[in-house]
C-alpha cells in the first residue's frame, strides 16, 4: 500500500513545477486542434518517449483557462503503485487542487496496472480526463477493451521541421534568396538533428539521444514485457535505426544474431509499439502480400547518429524519406488514408510512398534527394509513370531538393515539389 504522504509530496513537488509553466513560449503543433475538449471522451496522447506528449496537454489546457489537477506516475517513488492505490491517489488530488477541478491529467499512466479501470470510473463521475503514455499496445489494447470507444487519441511524434523552423526562428514564408537559403539550411540540419524537443537546447545530442534510447528499451519495452536477453534487442533496434527505409530481413537478422525468426519478429514489434520503429506495409490487393516485406523508418532521424556506436554514413536520401514518411503519418492520420510503398516484382522499379482511401489508390508519392542528375531524374520519373498505369493513379507526386514545377511524361503530369516546401505547406 502506498504512502499517503509520500503521495502528497510528490503531488505537491508536480504542482508547484507546472505552476512555473509558461506555454505562451511554447511551439505551437498542429495536433492541439486535435482535442475534443468539452467531450465526455478520455482525451489520449501516445507517442514516443520525450515527444513533447505532456508539454501539449499542459499548453492545451493552460490555454484554455481551466482548472485542472495533475499527476506524472513516471517517478521512482510511484513504482510498484497497484490499483488499489489509485483511490488514495485521487484524494490526494483532492488535498492538493481542491474538489473543485473538473480536469484531470494523469501522464504516462500505464505503468500502473489496471489504470484504465480508474479512468473508467473518473469518467463515469464527469471529469474530463488527459491521458498520455509511450506504449501503443498498453495503451490502445485496454482502452479499446475497457473504455468501449470511450476516448479520442492523438499521435504525437517529434517536432516536424515546420515546428523545428518555428523554434530555431527560421522564416517559413519569405520568398527572398536569403530566407530560402535558410529554410535550405535548416532542412538539411534537421536531417541529421532530428525533431526530439528538448534536444534542440543540448549541447551534448549524443548522451541525451542514447539515454532516451535506453529509456526506451529498458523501461517501454525489457520491464513491460520481461525480456531476459536485452542485448540481442538492443542490436535488433541498432540495426533498424541504422538502416533504416529498408525492408526487413527476418532471416538474415536471424542468422547474424542467432536467435529464432519467432523472437526477432516479436521483438520489432515492441520496437513498433514503443514507436521507436514505424513499419510500412508493401501495397497489394492480396494480404498475404500486405504481411511481408515490411520496411523500416524510425521515428527521427536524429537517432542515426547521435547515439553509441553509430556507423550512419550520409545517406542524405534515406533522411529525406525517412522525414517524409513520418509527415505523412501526421497528416494521414488526420485524413484516415492508409500508406504503403509499391514493388510489384523484385526487378520492378519502387514507389516510395502509395497513399490510399480505403483500397483506392490517390496519390502516388517518390522521394529523391537529387535529380539534378539526368538517370536519376529518369529513373524516378518513369518508376511514377509505370506505376500510375498499373495501380489507376494519375495524381503523381516527386519530392526533391529542386525548385517546385510540373513535368510531363508519357501523357502523365507530374508535380515536382520542393522537399522544403512540400514539409512546409
Known amino acids: 500500500m502506498i504512502n499517503e504522504k509520500t503521495v502528497l509530496q510528490v503531488l505537491a513537488e508536480q504542482k508547484e513545477e507546472i505552476d512555473d509553466y509558461q506555454p505562451l513560449q511554447w511551439v505551437t503543433r498542429k495536433e492541439e486542434q486535435l482535442f475534443e475538449f468539452n467531450s465526455s471522451l478520455a482525451q489520449v496522447v501516445i507517442g514516443v518517449r520525450r515527444s513533447g506528449k505532456s508539454t501539449l496537454c499542459h499548453k492545451v489546457l493552460k490555454e484554455n483557462g481551466v482548472q485542472y489537477a495533475y499527476v506524472n506516475f513516471d517517478d521512482d517513488r510511484f513504482a510498484g503503485m ?44 464527469g471529469l474530463h480526463i488527459f491521458v498520455t503514455g509511450s ?11 475497457h473504455l468501449t470507444g470511450r476516448y479520442n487519441e492523438i499521435r504525437l511524434y517529434p517536432f516536424s521541421f515546420s515546428e523545428y523552423c518555428e523554434i530555431k526562428q527560421i522564416d517559413k514564408k519569405s520568398p527572398t534568396t536569403k530566407a530560402e537559403s535558410e529554410r535550405k539550411r535548416a532542412l538539411a540540419d534537421y536531417l541529421n538533428e532530428g525533431g526530439f524537443p528538448e534536444i534542440q537546447n543540448i549541447q551534448n545530442k549524443r548522451t541525451y539521444v542514447q539515454s532516451l534510447l535506453d529509456a526506451v528499451l529498458q523501461k517501454d519495452i525489457q520491464q513491460r514485457f520481461h525480456i531476459r536477453n536485452i542485448e540481442v534487442l538492443k542490436k535488433i533496434a541498432y540495426h533498424l535505426i541504422s538502416n533504416t527505409c529498408q525492408i526487413v530481413n527476418y532471416d538474415e537478422l536471424s542468422d547474424i544474431l542467432g536467435t529464432s525468426d519467432k523472437t526477432i519478429r516479436k521483438y520489432v514489434g515492441y520496437l513498433q509499439q514503443a514507436f521507436l520503429v514505424q513499419l510500412l506495409p508493401k501495397f497489394s490487393f492480396k494480404s498475404k502480400e500486405r504481411l511481408i516485406g515490411e520496411k523500416a523508418y524510425i521515428v527521427d532521424t536524429g537517432l542515426e547518429n547521435n547515439r553509441n556506436y553509430s556507423m550512419a554514413g550520409e545517406n542524405a536520401g534515406w533522411r529525406l524519406e525517412n522525414v517524409i514518411y513520418i509527415e505523412l503519418l501526421r497528416r494521414c492520420s488526420q485524413s484516415f488514408f492508409d500508406i504503403y510503398y509499391y514493388k510489384p516484382s523484385s526487378r520492378a522499379k519502387e514507389v516510395d510512398f502509395v497513399i490510399c482511401n480505403q483500397n483506392k489508390p490517390v496519390e502516388l508519392i517518390q522521394v529523391a534527394y537529387d535529380i539534378e542528375n539526368i538517370k536519376a531524374y529518369n529513373r524516378e520519373i518513369t518508376s511514377l509513370v509505370k506505376s500510375a498505369d498499373a495501380l489507376r493513379c494519375n495524381n ?30
Do not use: P
Open 82 to 125: 497497484q490499483t488499489e492505490d489509485l483511490n488514495v491517489l485521487l484524494s490526494c488530488l483532492y488535498q492538493t487542487y481542491g474538489t473543485d477541478f473538473l480536469y484531470l491529467f494523469l501522464d504516462e499512466i500505464q505503468n500502473v496496472e489496471g489504470w484504465h479501470l480508474f479512468v473508467n470510473r473518473l469518467l463515469r463521475t
Open 135 to 145: 506504449n501503443a499496445k498498453l495503451l490502445s489494447s485496454e482502452l479499446a477493451t
Open 396 to 425: 503523381l507526386t516527386l519530392i526533391s531538393l529542386s525548385q517546385s514545377r510540373t513535368v510531363e511524361s508519357e501523357g502523365k503530369t507530374i508535380n515536382i515539389v520542393s522537399a522544403v516546401d512540400w514539409l512546409l505547406k
